[in-house]
C-alpha cells in the first residue's frame, strides 16, 4: 500500500500542556485509521482508532480527528503527563485491500516535567 | 490474558546458526503476524497467518521461515541470517482477519536480534 507519514519527527511539550501529534497520509482508499503508542523497550499499544466516516472520536485524554480533504489525521493528548513520553504511530488500513495496517514514519513524543 | 507473550527477549546469533523466535497468546485470537521494526522506523510486515494458515508473505527472504503450530503459537525460524537482519521483531495478534476486522493489533514486547 501506500505509505503513511508524519509532519514531526519530535515533539517536546510542557507536562500539563495539550500535545498534538500530526499524519499525512497518502491512499485516499484509506477507510480505517488506528493510533499506536510504543515506549522505549516495548511493542507499539493501541491507543485510538477512527473510521473514515467519522471525523471526530474521542477516548480518555486523546482524541482523533480525521480530514479526509487534505488526508491529515491528528492525535491529541490533553494534560499530557511524563507517561506520555513515547514513539506515536499512525497507521491506516484499505478493507478492501488485504485489511493490512501500514503505518507511519513516528513521531516521538517527549514531555519536560 | 490480554498479552502477546514473546521469547527470547534478546538474541544474539552468528551468521551460520539457526534460531528460532515464539510467540503466544491466549486471546482467541485468530490472526497472527510478524513485524521486523529497526531503530527509529515503524513496524514493517512480513508474515501473516490467518486461521493457523499463512495468508500474507512480504516477500520476505526465505532465511526466515514462519511456522504456526496451533491457534495460539506462532514461531520465526531463523538460519544463514545477515547483519543487516538485526532488528526487533514483533509478533502481533488479532481477533478476525477479515474484512469487518477492526485493526486492533496486539503486539508482543518484541524479541531484539542481533546478527554478528
Redesign the interface.
Known sequence: GESVGLHLPTLSVQEGDNSIINCAYSNSASD?F?WYKQES??????II?IRSNMDKRQGQRVTVLLNKTVKHLSLQIAATQPGDSAVY?C?D?E??A????T????TRLMVKP | DTEVTQTPKHLVMGMTNKKSLKCEQHMGHRAMYWYKQKAKKPPELMFVYSYEKLSINESVPSRFSPECPNSSLLNLHLHALQPEDSALYLCASSQDPGIHNTGELFFGEGSRLTVL
Open positions: 480505517y488506528i523497550g516495548k511493542g507499539p499499544q493501541f482508532d504511530f497507521a488500513l478493507e478492501n488485504g485489511n493490512m495496517l503505518f507511519g514514519g513516528g
